[in-house]
């Protein structure tokens, strides 16, 4: 059923995808980043200067070639096989499904476009997949490097979005710009894969929750003894550091072995050191 579900995921994450490029970024002339802008970009050129109109697939599908390569043999076959599906179905759609009549008003466009685009590589994300292009080089480090470098592709993006400004006008660049931005924050709000919390807890049921810890997100935990401020009773700390999307599911289950748990949770911006991640 996981199987079927991701597959689903993928194809509805394909077609919104297609159908985000003919409805929004094809009616208000913008690039989005990463190989889809570069693709976009090759078949302005080449109708632009020499009166030619090469299909989307054809420069989409060649781009990705290597990088699916190094994915299947260092981040996962489940992976990659998703990933290219989403290639292959999102080229083939671009081409043959027709955009809607929503608006042509330019800001419109790259603000509700950008949003889709997010929606749409996150659906792969959720499936176990990406979208391709530089979504595939993001995942190779994250899975090796343990940290999202989702705004970095964005100052990449920037690069080309500049190229873009010099050869077609610097307007439909800077409406592109916000797309990307508009994109990008979608993603880091979504998909927390790579984000971190760090969790304290205070309760005296403290080897239950350690080893609910270590059963929900097989990580360890370290206590800290102390004094509670006002009874003056001695209170046990546990302290772990936790994937952001598996902090509601471990909440959820400390509420149920201690109602009267405290639990503050905080933003962990940078962690060095061993921290296990499940493998794509």
Request: charge should be positive; charged fraction near 15%.
């Amino acid at each position: 059923m996981r199987k079927v579900m991701d597959f689903v995921l993928v194809l509805v994450a394909a077609f919104l995808m297609a159908l985000n490029i003919n409805t929004f970024v094809y009616t208000a002339g913008l690039l989005p980043g990463g190989f889809t802008g570069i693709t976009l970009l090759i078949q302005d050129v080449f109708l632009k200067y020499l009166n030619v109109k090469i299909p989307y697939s054809l420069f989409y599908w060649l781009l990705n070639i290597i990088p699916a390569v190094v994915c299947f043999r260092f981040v996962g076959k489940k992976f990659t096989v998703l990933s290219i599906l989403m290639i292959i179905v999102s080229g083939l759609a671009t081409d043959f499904i027709p955009g809607l009549a929503v608006t042509d008003d330019i800001i419109l466009c790259a603000v509700f476009g950008g949003i889709i685009n997010g929606i749409s590589v996150c659906l792969c994300l959720f499936a176990g997949g990406t979208s391709g292009g530089t979504d595939f080089i993001s995942i190779y480090f994250a899975e090796k490097k343990g940290y999202s470098i989702w705004n970095y592709i964005f100052a990449g993006n920037c690069i080309l979005l500049a190229l873009f400004g010099i050869l077609f006008g610097w307007d439909k660049a800077l409406y592109s710009i916000i797309f990307q931005f508009a994109t990008t924050q979608v993603i880091n709000v979504l998909y927390k894969r790579y984000q971190k919390s760090t969790v304290l807890i205070i309760s005296e049921k403290q080897d239950e929750i350690v080893s609910l810890i270590k059963a929900v997100t097989n990580h360890d935990a370290t206590l800290f003894t102390g004094k509670g401020g006002y009874e003056g009773a001695q209170r046990t700390m546990i302290y772990t550091v936790v994937s952001t999307e598996q902090e509601e599911k471990l909440f959820h289950e400390i509420k149920l072995i201690d109602p009267n748990a405290f639990v503050n949770v905080l933003e962990t911006k940078a962690l060095r050191g061993k921290f296990f991640m499940k493998k794509l």
